[in-house]
């Protein structure tokens, strides 16, 4: 037997809540630029103590994109549901239904007695 489309939906199946959604945005923004600080702590670590200028370089450069890079994961939004589209099939056939015709003669009027 199929399940009618009237059926209810499980809780568990309802979309975050946009506060919910605008906390977790929040925090992932907060943690990748919150790695920004200890990588460039330890590019200046590494270049001052040990004179490893290379390692201090690659550290700053990989410190330079995180705010962009934080920005676009933060704006990005949750993932939409995937819908069904209806497309063309050209194997389905659809059954044609018989109209039911007036019969010869008969006269479908309206009563005349209704106010204007």
Known sequence: MRRHDSSPVLITGAAVSPAE?????????????????PCLVVAGVLAIAFGWTVAAAVLVMLS???????????????????????RFRGDRVLGTRS???????????????RAA
């Open 21 to 37: 959604e605008f906390a977790a945005r929040r925090r992932r923004y907060s943690l990748i630029m919150s790695l920004r600080i």
């Open 64 to 86: 330079v994109p995180l705010p962009w890079v934080a920005v676009l994961i933060a704006n990005d939004g949750p993932p939409r549901k995937a819908e069904k589209v209806a």
């Open 99 to 113: 109209a039911r015709a007036i019969e010869p003669g008969q006269v479908i009027d309206v009563p005349t007695d």
